[in-house]
């Protein structure tokens, strides 16, 4: 048996929850297949965030229904945008999605706030022309339609990459340095976990229009949709593991 001192321990993937019902979804399952451990990190139950970034080899920050800026109410908001923080510091590669995406904009300086409009539902993206050649977003089409639940926006940081834009909310995705990326759209979710924060939300006294025909368009693209969330997952694969070689 090797001893404690030259136990190899397995390289994680870090992801940040901040509420039950937004785990990791489709991408979560991708990564589950991958040579990386997943270390899945619930903050809303006080779970602890690492001391250090020793064997992370990326960090995925998922989506929540608090606002980036109430740390006054959520104190692991403000842990978090230190932690991310040093993860940049680090190089280390970071998926930032919808409040994970507003935190890390916090963390690289931008001001976050509420959105021209609402967005919640299935909306045509556009590529930049930055974003349609970014590592990230390579062998995707240059428009596509993703699932949206936000009502804040990040600002684009300070010597960002702008990547991908919509009509009604133009910042809808950047990178910031050589790996960190923040994506204001879900990736991550299918049919299944769009009904239940419907249902969810819905019993906490925000209830959702159209939601039927939301729930119905889901499953209409779900075939289309999961090929475009597998793409980016590979994408971000591809990331780390070069990450890894530099």
């Known amino acids: 048996m090797p001893s404690v001192k030259t136990m190899k321990i397995p390289a994680e993937i870090l992801v940040l929850k901040h509420i039950e019902i937004e785990g990791p979804g ?17 903050l809303s139950k006080g779970e602890s965030l690492p001391g250090n970034f020793r064997n992370i080899r990326a960090i995925i920050s998922l989506g929540g229904p608090m606002n980036a800026y109430e740390e006054d109410k959520y104190s692991f908001l403000k842990d978090e945008t230190e932690f991310l923080q040093g993860a940049l510091r680090s190089e280390i590669p970071i998926l930032g999605i919808c409040l994970g ?5 916090r963390a690289c300086g931008a001001k976050i706030g509420k959105a021209p409009v609402k967005e919640i539902g299935w909306h045509k993206i556009s590529l930049t022309e930055a ?4 590592p990230l977003f390579i062998a995707l089409p240059n428009e596509l339609e993703m699932f949206q639940w936000h009502e804040d926006t990040f600002g684009i940081p300070h010597g960002a990459a702008h990547l991908a834009e919509s009509k009604s909310c133009p910042n809808q995705a950047f990178r910031f ?11 991550e979710v299918n049919p299944e976990m769009i009904e239940s924060w419907i249902i969810k939300y819905a019993q906490n006294g ?3 229009p159209d939601a039927k025909d939301m729930i119905i368009e889901s499953y209409k693209r779900k075939q289309v949709f ?18 890894q070689i530099n």
């Open 177 to 187: 340095g050589k790996n960190a990326y923040g994506i204001q759209f879900h990736a």
């Open 206 to 208: 925000a209830p959702v």
């Open 226 to 243: 999961e090929r475009h969330a597998a793409i980016i997952c590979l994408n971000f694969a591809r990331i780390i593991a070069a990450s």
């Open 131 to 134: 974003g349609k050649s970014d």
């Open 101 to 105: 995406a507003q935190l890390l904009a």
């Open 26 to 42: 489709s991408i979560g399952e991708f990564f589950k297949n991958t040579s990386w451990n997943l270390k899945i990190v619930d």
